[in-house]
């Protein structure tokens, strides 16, 4: 009779059926963006200045439907998500005499970002999770409606406050330029200094509040409410602020040299920085001390007949994460090319118009230690100490312990790549270029497996990791401008990687649980194979085992993983590294635009192969577990359709047997839960008209364009069509369709 009561919902109180998305959300937002340039200047002086602003509004809104009752409006207890960004970028460059220049260059931003208290990301969670029968929107007398650990989504976007952070971002340089070629043609010197200044601050308003849980009506038609929270309820905001923020501070000088002398092209640099970084609100004392580096970089190249290149770099880079031993790096770099189009044997050829192979070698350095710095000091930490101490045993004692051991041959990370490239040009319109590159990683920061005897409260850095990463890039693109007047550009690019563990400084007791060999990103779960038949539990022998389950208590619809060491028995000896990656290994684009005659028109796809996600997030891919609060209430998307029942006992179904409370056996990290999250994006499409130029420079317009473009406009995914974007997680704000009516003038 209770199941009856929800079609037609009889008592939307007691027995709600909420579609918490078209509630709270709304399918059209509005953006607005206005920017303004403005250059000029003479022969000493030039100048450009551009500032922007950019509003964007959030999706969520209130729709009651049914629930009349419900105010249309947020309301002065919570916000909608806004976001407000202002941008400005000024350069400015003057010629103080024939040879000095002076350049300074000031960009920044300063954004609002408005959303309810809990977050945007929180709300957008709990509307996916909470059953359609959990609660109403809001109850008629005007209580506030949840369960025990089960948020109203309506409530925590419209009565629970808001927070505003605020951002301002200041980037500065100052460089200048001298000309040396008095000293000799083609020398110059430059010296550039910058600060960068980042800082956030937080404004939160929120209240407390009494909930109610509707569990029955009286004999007078009212309802009975469990009360939850009780005498929280406050009717006003409380307020806090957080800040927080970042300075940055970069010098730098060089001298750098090019010349040609006849055939030969020569050309040096030889560089210097000094690099300070500070953390205004750090949260430790060795966090906030500056984070400081210091480098020497050195270039030479030489061309002979704009046909044989050669360039080598050197690196001689300082950090204080290291030891005053192995502070410093040295980090070398060579490439080549042989633009082969220029010999005399290809030189007018009609066809290939451009040849070119290339290769690189070299080596780069990390001083990135994980979340620690200064790993090669040891560190002491507050202890418990002791406490009874004195006449009336009433006196405490704290003490210090041994917290980091210093690790006194922690060095840099380096990484040698190899780049091997082949250029072709094609009737002067079509380019392609096809590369392969090696990259191989060695000592990798990492925390090595350690015995427990050794005590250690931490265990120590070392340079133990290996990986390597290997891959190829082929890109193309098509120029051309026919006749009619038409102009035609196309262009596609296409990246596969792969990467392997090689060492990990782990020791590992079944081999194939061993890391090495692996990608990065793969996942540790058991192998599943399908769902049980009740035939399939019978041929089980007796001391079969699978988690806790002996083959009396597994069921028809329970998922069977394969029993790996083939010991009757299913644990987390078992479990294997299986899947693809989250991260895609093959990401890929094309685009093309074409303009004819004032229109123009312009599209660019991107897509990704190879990635998987997995369907872990939220309640509704496990519902109904008991063991969580509140019980059986998690929510459940379309495709629990498909799932395994007496009358579909098909062993390969989405899921496995529903189950009224706690099941340790469906719900193990496993593959039956990964999915291929392959997709193809249309991520731009623009159309335009600009006006002759006749008709705008009636008005003293210069150029007037007219155009209408879209971001993000449709994905193509099996994944999407039945779960979520790929590119982002399932509780996240989901990415937006963008369409913009735009009109840009030149004066």
């Not at 060795?286 to 480098?295: A, E, W």
């Not at 299913?570 to 229109?599: C, H, Q, R, V």
């Not at 799932?643 to 056996?665: C, I, K």
């Not at 995914?717 to 979520?724: A, Q």
Request: net charge neutral.
């Amino acid at each position: 009779n209770e199941i009856r009561v929800f079609f037609p919902v009889a008592d939307p109180e007691l027995y709600p059926d909420v579609d918490w998305q078209e509630v709270l959300m709304r399918d059209v937002t509005l953006n607005e963006k206005l920017s303004v340039n403005i250059s000029g200047g003479g022969k000493a002086v030039r100048y450009f200045s551009a500032v922007s602003i950019y509003n964007q509004e959030g999706q969520y809104d209130i729709q009651p439907g049914a629930y009349d009752w419900v105010p249309s409006s947020i309301g002065r207890f919570g916000k909608n998500v806004n976001y407000t960004r202002y941008n400005f970028r000024t350069n400015v460059d003057m010629d103080i005499t024939k040879y000095t220049t002076v350049s300074l260059g000031l960009q920044g931003n300063v954004a609002v970002n408005t959303e309810p208290y809990k977050g945007s990301s929180d709300v957008y969670m709990w509307i996916n999770n909470c059953a359609p029968n959990a609660f109403p929107v809001l109850y008629k007398d005007g209580k506030f409606p949840a369960r025990d650990g089960l948020y109203n989504p309506y409530i925590q976007l419209t009565q629970l406050g808001y927070k505003q952070t605020t951002s301002n971002e200041l980037r500065s340089n100052l460089t200048i330029r001298q000309d040396l070629s008095f000293l000799t043609k083609g020398l110059s010197a430059t010296v550039r200094y910058a600060y960068d200044a980042v800082n956030y601050n937080d404004a939160n308003r929120s209240r407390e509040l009494t909930y109610y849980q509707a569990e029955r009506r009286d004999d007078d038609g009212s309802l009975v409410y469990k009360v939850i929270n009780a005498n929280k309820q406050q009717d006003y905001l409380t307020y806090s602020s957080n800040a927080w923020g970042d300075k940055t501070q970069y010098f730098e000088a060089s001298f750098n040299y090019d010349r040609t002398f006849g055939k030969h092209e020569v050309g040096a640099l030889a560089l210097f920085y000094l690099k300070d970084y500070r953390a205004n609100t750090a949260s430790s004392y060795i966090n906030s001390l500056p984070n400081r580096s210091l480098g020497l970089a050195a270039r030479a190249t030489y061309g002979f007949n704009k046909k044989y290149l050669l360039e080598v770099n050197l690196g001689y880079n300082g950090s204080e994460n290291f030891p005053k031993n192995n502070r410093m790096g040295f980090f070398p770099a060579v490439a080549a090319g042989w633009v082969i189009s220029s010999e005399n044997f290809l030189k007018d050829n009609k066809v290939i118009t451009w040849l070119k192979l290339r290769g690189s070698i070299g080596q780069v350095g990390s001083d990135q230690i994980g979340s620690t710095r200064f790993a090669y000091l040891s560190t002491l930490a507050d202890a418990g100490g002791y406490n009874n101490f004195g006449i009336n045993f009433d006196k405490g004692m704290g003490g210090l312990q041994e917290d980091q051991l210093a690790s006194e041959d922690i060095t840099w990370e380096v990484a040698t790549k190899y780049n091997l490239g082949l250029e072709v040009g094609l009737f002067n319109s079509l380019r392609a270029t096809a590369e392969v590159f090696y990259e191989k990683r060695e000592n990798i920061f990492l925390q090595p497996q350690v015995s427990e005897v050794m005590g250690l409260q931490k265990t120590m850095y070392a340079n133990m990791g290996k990986m390597d990463n290997r891959g190829f890039e082929v890109t193309l693109e098509y120029n051309k401008m026919f006749s009619s007047g038409l102009m035609l550009t196309a262009r596609g690019n296409y990246t596969f990687a792969r990467n392997k563990y090689i060492e990990d400084g782990k020791y590992y007791k079944n081999p194939w649980q061993d890391i090495r060999g692996t990608r990065y990103g793969e996942r540790l779960m058991y192998d599943a194979m399908h769902l049980f038949s009740q035939e399939e539990i019978d041929a089980l022998p007796d001391y079969y085992r699978q988690f806790s389950l002996t083959k009396t208590q597994l069921r028809p619809g329970d998922i069977r993983y394969r029993d790996v060491n083939d010991d009757g028995v299913i644990s987390e000896d078992d479990m294997i590294w299986g899947s693809n990656p989250a991260t895609p290994e093959s990401m890929f684009g094309f685009g093309a635009s074409l303009a004819y005659k004032g229109f123009d028109f312009s599209f660019l796809m991107q897509g990704a192969l190879g990635g998987t996600s997995y369907l872990s997030a939220g309640w509704y891919f496990q519902p109904f577990q008991a063991e969580r609060e509140p019980k059986f209430m998690g929510n459940l998307i379309t495709e629990f359709r498909d799932r395994w029942t007496e009358d579909n006992p098909n062993p390969h179904a989405f899921s496995p047997r529903l189950y009224m409370g706690q099941n340790v056996n469906n719900y193990k990290t496993s593959t039956w839960w990964v999915r291929n999250s392959d997709y193809l994006r249309l991520k731009n499409v623009e159309i335009g008209y600009t006006l002759p130029k006749h008709l705008s420079m009636k008005a003293r317009i210069e150029n007037a364009r007219f155009y209408v473009s879209a971001v993000n406009l449709y994905t193509f995914s099996k994944f999407s069509k039945k779960f979520w974007d790929p590119e982002v997680g399932a509780d996240s704000y989901p990415i937006q369709t963008t369409v913009f009516l735009g009109l840009n003038l030149t004066f």
